[in-house]
Nanobody, 117 residues
Framework: QVQLVESGGGLVQPGGSLKLSCAASGDSLDRYEVGWSRRIPGKERELIATLTTFHFEHYAQVAKGRATISRDNAKNMVFLQMNNLEPEGSAIYYC???????????WGQGTQVTVSS
């Protein structure tokens, strides 16, 4: 089972950009669908984006035009580039994977993103 560690969160001003990273270990990511979700305080966790092993991207409506998911299988990493961030985007962002062969999923511990002036 793959283990995931997110990084890159922090404080960013409204309108700013941030790139989150997710380092995977324990298995090769090229056998996993990958994704990012977030949990805004007081709300349910929501999906932001997913990326299949065939590099097909899917974005939630809230993320379209604002976020780009990518992967580097050689480095076993996943990324989420976020632009034009708004205070409503303040949340804990989680990296997650799903095995294409077993459907077993893994989640990271999350990284805090705070959008504030």
């Amino acid at each position: 089972q793959v283990q995931l560690v997110e990084s890159g969160g922090g404080l960013v001003q409204p309108g700013g950009s941030l790139k989150l990273s997710c380092a995977a270990s324990g298995d090769s990511l090229d056998r996993y669908e990958v994704g990012w979700s977030r949990r805004i305080p007081g709300k349910e966790r929501e999906l932001i984006a997913t990326l299949t092993t065939f590099h097909f991207e899917h974005y939630a409506q809230v993320a379209k035009g604002r976020a780009t998911i990518s992967r580097d299988n050689a480095k076993n990493m996943v990324f989420l580039q976020m632009n034009n961030l708004e205070p409503e985007g303040s949340a804990i962002y989680y990296c997650h994977t799903r095995s294409v062969s077993t459907s077993v999923g893994s989640w990271g511990q999350g990284t805090q993103v705070t959008v504030s002036s």
